[in-house]
């Protein structure tokens, strides 16, 4: 069966910390893993990662993809309040996406 | 603006009852999914569209339908045969094509029993 994992599942911090995502899974006919944020509605994209070992950076996040070990990182540098949301990994594969449960990363200040 | 669309926000729903959600893209995607979220499950899929008339059940279509009439448009019906129908709905589309299926969601619509 495909499964996407995420943990932790749930991870409090203070700004300016940094933390690190992580994602694991088992799919059959892999084509790329996206991540995205959902705050109090709608999942917004991050990032879409097809190639092992090379990293997308926005501002303050970045997210690697290690196909050998079928595995994502997503880390996020100097956290803000902002940061505060459910984190989604998501495996394409066919013509769908398969999500993991998410990690509720709450910032305080 | 170009974007997706969802009504009702909230929706009640009594015993026995069949309603519908709306879902409503203006990004010309040939692609429409529907998911539906429960806490500390993450996104599941209900169905999927890839082209106007023609769907395909996703992991927990039981108790629910769909129709594509339209390239715009992708309603879901929750009938009174779902019986745990209580859950946040969210509406995704996107284009077709390998490398080009990052999905673009709506605002979600929060079904509720009565």
């Known amino acids: 069966e495909d499964k996407v994992v995420q943990s932790p599942l749930s991870l409090v911090v203070h700004e300016g910390d940094t933390v690190t995502l992580n994602c694991s899974y088992e799919v059959t006919n892999f084509r790329s893993l996206l991540w995205y944020k959902q705050e109090k509605k709608a999942p917004t994209f991050l990032f879409m990662l097809?190639?092992?070992?090379i990293e997308k950076k926005s501002g303050r996040l970045s997210s690697i993809l290690d196909k050998k070990e079928l595995s994502s990182i997503l880390n996020i540098t100097a956290t803000q309040t902002g940061d505060s949301a459910i984190y989604l990994c998501?495996?394409?594969?066919?013509?769908?996406?398969?999500f993991g449960a998410g990690t509720i990363l709450r910032v305080k200040s | 603006d170009g974007g997706i669309t969802q009504s009702p926000k909230y929706l009640f729903r009594k015993e026995g009852q069949n309603v519908t959600l709306s879902c409503e893209q203006n990004l010309n995607h040939d692609a429409m999914y529907w998911y539906r979220q429960d806490p500390g499950q993450g996104l599941r899929l209900i169905y999927y569209?890839?082209?106007?008339?023609?769907?395909q059940k996703g992991d927990i279509a039981e108790g629910y339908s769909v129709s594509r009439e339209k390239k715009e448009s992708f309603p879901l019906t929750v009938t009174s045969a779902q019986k745990n129908p209580t859950a946040f709905y969210l509406c995704a589309s996107s284009y077709r094509g390998v490398g080009k299926e990052t999905q673009y969601f709506g605002p979600g619509t929060r079904l509720l029993v009565l």
């Open positions: 998501a495996v394409e594969y066919g013509n769908k996406l398969v």
């Open positions: 569209s890839q082209i106007v008339n023609d769907f």
């Open positions: 097809t190639s092992s070992g």
